[in-house]
């Protein structure tokens, strides 16, 4: 398995941006399909985002999509979450997700998970 890191949450105004990163350990990085996922309090974890382990397929919820973006650059094992017209109903924490099955919009194909980073958006 691989070990993920998020960092990048924070407070935002609405319509504000920011960038998620997810660094992952190990060399098996390019490996794996990776995932965004988020929980608001007393919601189920959803897929945000997802990215093909060459990064050239994305996908993403239809409620971030035009939104959003992932990415991933293989040569510093890291994940990103660019995230543009921030919403109140985006704050969540925000989970990065490893799996072998590629653009699986299912957290429980997803082995490995960080810990998570808080996303607040103020209205």
């Known amino acids: 398995q691989v070990q993920l890191i998020e960092s990048g949450g924070g407070l935002v105004q609405a319509g504000g941006s920011l960038r998620l990163s997810c660094a992952a350990s190990?060399?098996?990085?390019?490996?794996?399909?990776m995932g965004w996922f988020r929980q608001a309090p007393g919601k189920e974890r959803e897929f945000v985002a997802g990215?093909?382990?060459?990064?050239?397929?994305?996908n993403f919820a239809p409620s971030v999509a035009g939104r959003f973006t992932i990415s991933r650059d293989n040569t510093k094992n890291t994940v990103y979450l660019q995230m543009n017209s921030l919403k109140p109903e985006d704050t969540a924490v925000y989970y990065c997700?490893?799996?072998?099955?590629?653009?699986?919009?299912?957290?429980?194909?997803?082995?490995?998970w960080g810990l998570g980073t808080q996303v607040t958006v103020s209205s």
């Open positions: 990215i093909s382990r060459s990064g050239i397929t994305r």
């Open positions: 997700a490893a799996g072998r099955m590629e653009l699986s919009r299912d957290k429980g194909d997803f082995g490995s």
């Open positions: 190990g060399r098996t990085f390019s490996t794996y399909a």
